[in-house]
């Protein structure tokens, strides 16, 4: 139900948009957000955006690099990513829950949509 697309190959200082695309039903009233997991890593929260958009959280490695939004009449959110960092390699993936509190929590998803790969080359 939630299909993100957008990862590939990009040196560092570079851009990558992804996009995560919802179908089935509607997301528009959810929390979305986007985790990542790097090889051997534990999967590790990104940002979130609340149902309006109006609000939005981002982990302190990503602030000022990633914007995350979303558009409800699409049933879509994204991530720009600028600046990349070699870091910031990893499988991303875009996540729908029903609460608006612990945002950074991974139990607060209920939805998980298939991960696509960002790596970032030194």
């Known amino acids: 139900q939630l299909q993100a697309s957008g990862g590939g190959l990009v040196q560092a200082g570079g851009s990558l948009r992804l996009s995560c695309a919802a179908s089935?039903?509607?997301?528009?009233?959810?929390?979305m957000a986007w985790f990542r997991q790097a090889p051997e890593k534990e999967r590790e929260w990104v940002a979130s955006?609340?149902?309006?958009?109006?609000?939005?959280y981002y982990a302190d490695s990503v602030k000022g690099r990633f914007t995350i939004s979303r558009d409800n009449a699409k049933n879509a959110v994204y991530l720009q990513m600028n600046n990349l960092k070699p870091e910031d390699t990893a499988v991303y993936y875009c996540a729908a829950g029903g609460s608006s509190y612990y945002v950074g929590r991974s139990s607060t998803y209920d939805y998980w949509g298939q991960g696509t790969q960002v790596t970032v080359s030194s």
């Open positions: 089935g039903r509607s997301f528009s009233s959810y929390t």
């Open positions: 955006i609340s149902w309006t958009g109006a609000n939005t």
